[in-house]
């Protein structure tokens, strides 16, 4: 009994613990103001030089990788004003070579906000030397997590879509993560279940 009394005093220290810690991240997401997607989006802008690129003059996928974590970093940090961190990447799709000379422009902006982490949708568009028109080059969407001084999440202040373009892109980065979280749950069982003789 006496063991009995010990483990059910541990459990519901325990609980009250969590429940505290799950209030306190409730209340520090409502108490953060609500953000519009202009007010945190991100445009920056770099050139293709030869060390950027490959024996052919080409960008290297890893370059334009680092232009889209960094500009969503931005975009992530101003919205959140706070630490983030980088979570993961989904979507990447390369439409046109990038090659040296070429200006880049890197646009970024929160797409959705969950609970301590947000989507943020990254473009690149190219203007190569001696040219004025602008081409696609990749995009990609990211998965960013905001932390707190300890670097444990924390709640997100919610974005606000206003335009058509934005509420689009917010309805299909809740599409996005449910398919994510399907596609994991989707491994785990593989990866869980009995081997066949």
Same mark, same amino acid.
């Given at each position: =009994?006496?063991?009995?009394?010990? !483990?059910?005093?541990? +459990?519901?220290?325990?609980?009250?613990?969590?429940?505290?810690?799950?209030?306190?991240?409730?209340?520090?997401?409502?108490?953060?103001? $609500? +953000?519009?997607?202009?007010?945190?989006?991100?445009?920056?802008?770099?050139?293709?030089?030869?060390?950027?690129? @490959?024996? !052919?003059?080409?960008?290297?996928?890893? !370059?334009?990788?680092?232009?889209?974590?960094k500009a969503a970093c931005i975009a992530a940090r101003r919205?959140?004003?706070?630490?983030?961190?980088?979570?993961?990447?989904?979507?990447?799709?390369?439409?046109? %070579?990038?090659?040296?000379? =070429?200006?880049?422009?890197?646009?970024?902006?929160?797409?959705?906000?969950? @609970?301590?982490?947000?989507?943020?949708?990254? +473009?690149?568009?190219?203007?190569?030397?001696?040219?004025t028109e602008t081409y696609d080059i990749c995009h990609a969407y990211m998965t960013f997590a905001a932390?707190?001084?300890?670097?444990?999440?924390?709640?997100?202040?919610?974005?606000? $879509?206003?335009?058509?373009?934005?509420?689009?892109?917010?309805?299909?980065?809740?599409?996005?993560?449910?398919?994510?979280?399907?596609?994991?749950?989707?491994?785990?069982?593989?990866?869980?279940?009995?081997? +066949? %003789?």
């Amino acid at each position: =009994m006496a063991k009995l009394a010990c !483990y059910t005093r541990h +459990k519901n220290f325990h609980k009250s613990l969590f429940d505290r810690n799950l209030q306190k991240s409730i209340f520090l997401h409502m108490e953060k103001a $609500p +953000k519009t997607v202009k007010e945190s989006a991100t445009v920056t802008h770099d050139i293709v030089h030869p060390g950027d690129s @490959n024996s !052919y003059g080409i960008a290297f996928g890893g !370059y334009l990788m680092g232009l889209l974590d960094k500009a969503a970093c931005i975009a992530a940090r101003r919205h959140c004003e706070g630490r983030v961190t980088t979570v993961g990447i989904d979507g990447v799709r390369f439409f046109r %070579p990038a090659e040296v000379g =070429m200006i880049l422009d890197i646009k970024a902006s929160i797409n959705r906000v969950f @609970n301590s982490s947000m989507e943020i949708g990254v +473009k690149v568009t190219g203007t190569p030397l001696e040219q004025t028109e602008t081409y696609d080059i990749c995009h990609a969407y990211m998965t960013f997590a905001a932390l707190d001084s300890k670097g444990k999440p924390t709640g997100i202040a919610q974005v606000i $879509p206003e335009t058509d373009e934005e509420k689009r892109r917010f309805e299909e980065a809740l599409a996005r993560r449910e398919s994510r979280k399907q596609l994991k749950s989707l491994f785990t069982r593989a990866n869980t279940s009995p081997e +066949k %003789p």
